[in-house]
């Protein structure tokens, strides 16, 4: 459920009419609902009312704006980051930094050394020589790192390839019939507390099957770590719970997601971590954009809006489908192909859709843009970079400038030895 509804044929977010967002603001704008974040995040964690010990991290690659982490740092929520980036921004939110899990598969030694010094709960160590070095820097500072190994269970999410990463071809963890030496080795090496096992088998999952498989491996591979000696405390299920984009999209709901893991994981004894993205942000975001032109084509018309590729890659990388409508329909239908202004054949939305009937000015959406939107915005064909707005009931704030094309020419320079 989001609160993003018609009021007297108008799109609201919340309390708010889009069409003053668009008038006061400009569009493109992405435009978050924070009752509808709220939500999520509160129908997340209630759906794990039955596991015991659980820390839950929210993935911030989906959406690290620091207004929306705020919110979720209200709700409780620590941060799963990739990054330094990601993680100044999490702590920059008031998240603890105890909160912080930093997943990532190519750390650098100056991230990792980030870490120890802003002392975050958690590093997921993606393969032996990254677990090497952490030791070795945190024994160096005199300090023990929190860590956990992450495996790759060889599981077939049943995703889109660019998004899967639980099969062992993957880039991710170490393989799980090699984890065990690799744990041995790891856990004696002073300046590591080695307390578990991470694992994600990739994003957008809309079946629990391979999350369950991959679980059934793990807990495997805790009995077997224990039988050697190591105590394990923590594991890291990681994220990938999956959304509807569209009517007919039925993946798992949250509850069912959280009866899963607890009978999975009911023998366990361990604190369950979770890393969550796209199931509290995306569909607490849309892209709101204006109509500039609708041009006839040959098999049917270009509504050609004012987003672009750079400002939502999702249909232009994974061929993903947003939901496309009017602010203010008028109850007619059209076909259409819906493209952005960038010029590259991969800048389109849709083809052939049947949408509601567009002209030019109008404005319209496209829903489930509040994961993996902005954060993957870019200023390609020198656009600006798209702002940001989250409402609360009857107020919004900008929480992310548009910066102006002309803002990011001046960070660049001409040499003056060219002539
Ligand atoms: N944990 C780890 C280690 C991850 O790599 C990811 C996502 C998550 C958690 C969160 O997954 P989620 O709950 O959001 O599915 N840009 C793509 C999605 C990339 C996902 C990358 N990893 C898209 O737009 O579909």
Not at 30 to 59: C, G, M, N, W
Not at 278 to 293: F, H, K, M, Y
Not at 294 to 301: E, H, I, T
Not at 362 to 385: H, I, K, P, Q
Request: charged share 25%; net charge negative.
């Amino acid at each position: 459920m989001d609160h993003f509804a018609y009021r007297d044929g108008v799109l609201y977010a919340e309390d708010i009419p889009l069409p003053r967002i668009a008038e006061e603001i400009g569009t493109p704008v992405y435009v978050y609902s924070r009752a509808t974040l709220e939500r999520h995040a509160q129908v997340f964690r209630d759906a794990l009312a039955d596991i015991p010990r659980k820390h839950i991290a929210f993935a911030i690659k989906c959406n690290p704006n620091l207004g929306v982490l705020r919110v979720l740092a209200r709700q409780g929520y620590g941060a799963d980051v990739v990054s330094g980036g990601e993680l100044e921004r999490a702590i920059a939110s008031g998240m603890a930094p105890e909160d912080i899990v930093f997943s990532g598969v190519g750390k650098t030694r100056a991230e990792l050394a980030l870490g120890l010094d802003r002392g975050i709960g958690q590093f997921n160590i993606e393969h032996e020589p990254e677990g090497v070095a952490l030791a070795e820097i945190a024994a160096r500072k005199e300090m023990t790192a929190q860590a956990v190994l992450r495996v790759n269970p060889d599981v077939d999410a049943g995703t889109h390839a660019k998004i899967s990463t639980g099969k062992a071809e993957n880039k991710f963890g170490v393989g799980i019939d090699v984890a065990p030496e690799i744990f041995d080795r790891l856990a004696r090496l002073p300046g590591l507390k080695l307390r578990g096992i991470a694992l994600h088998i990739g994003s957008q999952l809309t079946s629990l099957d391979p999350l369950e498989a991959a679980f059934v491996r793990v807990g495997r591979l805790i009995a077997d770590l224990r039988a050697a000696g190591h105590d394990i405390t923590h594991v890291d299920l990681g994220g990938g719970l999956g959304v509807p984009y569209k009517e007919g999209d039925n993946p798992p709901s949250p509850a069912d997601y959280g009866a899963m893991v607890a009978r999975v994981t009911r023998d366990w004894d361990v604190t369950l971590m979770f890393e969550p993205g796209r199931v509290i942000a995306g569909n607490a975001g849309v892209l709101l954009t204006e109509v500039l032109w609708v041009k006839p084509g040959a098999q049917s018309d270009f509504v050609i809006v004012d987003a672009a590729m750079n400002d939502l890659a999702r249909p232009a990388l994974y061929d993903a489908w947003h939901d496309f409508q009017a602010v203010r329909p008028s109850g007619e239908t059209m076909t259409a192909s819906i493209v952005g202004p960038v010029c590259e054949t991969g800048d389109t939305f849709a083809r052939d859709r049947v949408i509601d009937k567009v002209a030019a000015g109008d404005l319209a959406v496209f829903r489930t843009a509040g994961a993996y939107g902005a954060t993957m915005a870019s200023t390609y064909n020198s656009r600006s970079l798209v702002p940001e707005v989250l409402v609360d009931g009857d107020r919004y704030i900008v929480v992310a400038d548009r910066i102006a094309a002309g803002t990011i020419m001046a960070a660049e320079r001409v040499p003056d030895w060219i002539d």
